[in-house]
């Protein structure tokens, strides 16, 4: 399936009170209280939700999700069925992939890659490893 062509500005649906848009790159739903680049990549089966923020080289692919207030800047790529969440950050070239769940105050960073099943979480750091990945 490709991504949506022509995507709506107009509000796709509501829950909790909260509006829910398609990101104008990818096609990516955006809840209106997250802040999201216009630049930032944002597949069509993605969703950012909550006071999350995705900065402007950053890509979310396959079904990933950011909330909480985390964010996710820089070139970082989420993919997969990854998840980003609390006050985690994600920076630099870092990949996060498959169902791995990054939250707490978690950082990773540099060209770390982090997949599988795996779970960071509280005040961890991590910022090397190596990877090469796009949407």
Excluded: W
């Excluded at 829910?20 to 944002?42: F, I, M, P």
Aim: proline share 1%.
């Amino acid at each position: 399936m490709e991504n949506p062509e022509n995507v709506s500005s107009e509000p796709v649906f509501t829950i909790a009170g909260v509006q829910y848009r398609h990101h104008k790159n990818g096609g990516g739903l955006v809840a209106d209280t997250a802040k999201v680049s216009e630049q930032a990549y944002v597949y069509f089966r993605s969703v950012v939700h909550a006071k999350a923020t995705v900065g402007d080289k950053a890509k979310i692919c396959g079904r990933a999700e950011i909330s909480g207030s985390a964010h996710v800047i820089d070139s970082a790529v989420i993919g997969g069925n990854a998840r980003i969440s609390g006050d985690a950050v994600i920076f630099d070239k870092a990949l996060i992939l498959g169902n791995a769940h990054v939250f707490g105050s978690a950082r990773v960073g540099g060209s770390a890659t982090i997949g599988g099943i795996k779970k960071v979480s509280g005040t961890t750091e991590i910022t090397s490893g190596r990877h090469e990945m796009n949407c």
